[in-house]
């Protein structure tokens, strides 16, 4: 197994460019099982999470290459309907499989997901939508086991929590279905919002796009013909560098964003003291002249994201005064935190909120890496840390993060990736 080593203390320089976003990705390579047509996906990032999914569309019966960030893909050969547990364990995200294949076939058996570091994180929303939609579900031995035999059809669906996957599932699902299907209290992610424009390029009709409530006329099972497209960019990874640059209170150059996925990022480092240069596609971060303590409540965006939540943790420690965090999504979000504490770090957790005592010196430790956000906080807290920082367990960042290290190295950090 590889860790990371890092040896804290320099300020960061320079820029680096932003990848395609894998939260938007993963539903944008699930919804090509509606499409009777191969396509050309770009700016795909070249991640664990993508490459499992790949995987799993692949022993559904699609063919692909996946080569410079382009997948080219056609699911249009899909013959099994059935995600096993030896997948999905390794990746909750292929859950987004569900929707399309039981919208596209009228039948399909996914494993149950089950827990994960962060929490629970149950698909029961997922399962009553589908239900509404007319689909017959069982769990069977750790399988969801999904019939509609004449297909979905359209539904009234009210969400009773917002949940992302949910949504995207539910979407892909409505496309294919009989009929108009209205989603309310609907996910508003930008990864949710490109979903619905990919799939109106291939002719469904949507309406209220951005907005809480979207009704989608399906095609009656009449698969989709998908027009090529980009990725829109990774806000979460952008935010993880701007928080690099910030802890390091240096000045940095994030590029290829979409800055309006950025705002509450934005607002918050505005707020703390760093001043931003926003351009079209880019933002430069300059040092603050002091970083102010601020809290945070994280929520569905355009509130604050919870996948920001551990990176601006491990910034408030480097904050004059007192900081809280609220984590309001998942109930076991604060794995980083015993983490951070080891490295010097005074958080006080209770409950669903943390407090941080900031300024503190942060000193270089053994830390294990939880989940993938947890992860990066991690290596945030080694950049400024005194002496050396090893990461264990970095399989969650391969997760998510495209070129780490070359990335943090070219941003001017002491990063090296070793062996046990
Ligand atoms: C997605 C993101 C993840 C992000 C999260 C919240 C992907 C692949 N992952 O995860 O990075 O942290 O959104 O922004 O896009 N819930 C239920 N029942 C359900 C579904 C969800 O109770 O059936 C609850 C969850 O436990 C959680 C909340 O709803 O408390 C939001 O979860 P959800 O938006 O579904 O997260 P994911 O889609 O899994």
Request: proline share 3%; glycine share 8%.
């Amino acid at each position: 197994m590889n860790y990371l080593q890092i040896n804290g203390g320099n300020k960061l320089n320079g820029s680096v460019r932003i990848s395609g976003a894998k939260n938007a990705a993963l539903p944008l390579l699930a919804s090509t099982i509606l499409s009777k047509n191969p396509l050309t996906i770009k700016n795909v990032p070249n991640v664990k999470d993508i490459n499992t999914l790949l995987k799993l569309l692949s022993n559904l019966g699609s063919t692909f290459t996946f080569s410079d960030n382009k997948v080219i893909i056609n699911s249009s050969t899909i013959t099994s309907t059935m995600a096993n547990y030896d997948i999905v364990k390794t990746m909750r995200a292929s859950i987004l499989t569900l929707g399309p294949l039981l919208s596209a076939f009228g039948h399909c058996e996914i494993s149950l997901p089950g827990g994960c570091a962060i929490g629970q994180r149950p698909i029961d929303l997922h399962l009553k939508a589908l239900e509404l939609m007319g689909a017959e579900i069982e769990i069977k031995q750790g399988y969801v086991v999904a019939k509609a035999k004449k297909g979905l059809k359209g539904a009234n669906i009210v969400f009773d929590k917002i949940t992302v996957t949910g949504s995207e599932n539910i979407i892909m699902a409505a496309a294919l279905a009989k009929g108009e299907t209205k989603i309310v209290n609907v996910a508003k992610e930008p990864e949710v919002i490109q979903l619905c424009q990919v799939l109106q390029d291939a002719g469904v009709q949507i309406s209220g796009v951005g907005s809480n409530e979207l009704v989608i006329n399906g095609t009656d099972r009449e698969k989709l013909d998908m027009k090529d497209f980009s990725v829109i960019p990774d806000r979460i990874e952008a935010g993880t560098y701007l928080c690099a640059g910030a802890i390091t209170n240096s000045k940095i150059t994030v590029l290829d964003i979409i800055p309006e996925h950025l705002e509450a990022v934005f607002n918050k480092l505005e707020d703390m003291g760093f001043s931003l240069k926003i351009h079209e596609n880019s933002v430069i971060l300059e040092p603050a002249q002091k970083i102010e303590a601020r809290s945070i409540v994280t929520s569905e965006y355009p509130g604050f994201p919870t996948d920001m939540q551990a990176q601006f943790m491990a910034l408030m420690t480097q904050a004059n005064g007192v900081s809280i965090v609220e984590e309001r999504l998942f109930e076991n979000r604060f794995m980083h935190v015993s983490e951070l504490q080891r490295m010097g770090a005074s958080i006080m957790l209770r409950g669903s909120s943390a407090t941080v005592q900031g300024k503190i010196q942060l000193y270089g430790a053994d830390v294990m890496a939880t989940d993938l956000r947890a992860s990066s906080a991690l290596i945030l807290a080694g950049l400024i840390a005194k002496g050396t920082t090893k990461i264990h367990r970095i399989y969650h960042l391969d997760r998510g993060y495209e070129n780490l290290e070359k990335k943090f190295k070219d941003l001017g950090v002491d990063i090296i990736r070793l062996d046990e």
